[in-house]
Each structure stands twice: as structure tokens, then as C-alpha cells.
């Protein structure tokens, strides 16, 4: 495994770590001592997307077991009747009456795409925007 992907590797197994205290990754908190500062949880991408990517480079079965964890854990803490809600805190799982757009137009297509095996882009001929849209590479 190259320096980079180690690294992505290292951050992703923290920030999954980060996921799982609460069962919900916390805006923000103090890696120190293990304490959420900011306990919102607005329905980000990153997480996943990080499986995802990982999943993609080292087919490390882990990256998917990480994502079904999210995703199954947003489904139990953010569900709605009507949709998803982002959390006031995740300590408490009080729901909020939100949703941020990206929640469909990323969090979820890459919790789709990491588990879909009939797309799996090859990164030398594909390159996708923020929102996982892919794009020829010239």
C-alpha cells in the first residue's frame, strides 16, 4: 500500500471510529479525549465516500462492512416517515426538521455506488466531480 493510501486508510479507520462512539458521526470533536464538541449531524458524504474510494483502490471487504454500518445506522437514527433528517445531536438523536440536498445527491448515490458491483469505474479512464458525477479523463 502506497504512503497515500495508507493515509486514507489511517483517516478513514479514525474517522469510522469517530462514527461508531455515538453511532453517528458528530460535526465535530476532540479527538484527544474521545469527547463531541459539536454533536449536529447535518447527513454528510464523506464517511462513506471514503469507503467508498477505499473500497474501490484495495477491495478490502472492511470498506464494505464500514458502509453498511453507516448506512444502516442512518437509516435507524435519521429516518423519517418522509425522508432523512439531520440531527440536533447525535448523543441524543434528537432529529431536526432538515435535510441538506447533498444527503441524495451524495451520501447516498456513494452509499449506492459501494455496493453496486455492476458500476465499478475504472479511475484511469473516469474521474468524478464532488457529487459523483463522473467525467472522462482527457
Known amino acids: 500500500m502506497n504512503n497515500d493510501l495508507k493515509r486514507a486508510a489511517d483517516l478513514q479507520k479514525s474517522n469510522y471510529s469517530m462514527w461508531m462512539l455515538h453511532g453517528i458521526e458528530p460535526e465535530s470533536m476532540d479527538y484527544k479525549i474521545m469527547k463531541v464538541d459539536n454533536g449536529s449531524h447535518a447527513l454528510r458524504p464523506e464517511n462513506i ?28 437514527y435519521c429516518r423519517t416517515d418522509e425522508a432523512y433528517a439531520s440531527l ?40 468524478f466531480n464532488t457529487e459523483a458525477h463522473p467525467y472522462k479523463r482527457l
Open 88 to 127: 440536533k445531536d447525535v448523543r441524543t438523536m434528537e432529529k431536526r426538521d432538515s435535510m441538506e440536498s447533498f444527503f441524495f445527491a451524495e451520501t447516498l448515490k456513494y452509499a449506492f455506488l459501494l455496493f453496486d458491483e455492476s458500476r465499478k469505474p475504472d479511475f484511469n479512464k473516469v474521474i
Open 49 to 76: 465516500k471514503g469507503a467508498y474510494y477505499l473500497y474501490q483502490y484495495t477491495h478490502d471487504e472492511k470498506y464494505l462492512q464500514m458502509g453498511k454500518a453507516m448506512f444502516d445506522n442512518l437509516v435507524k
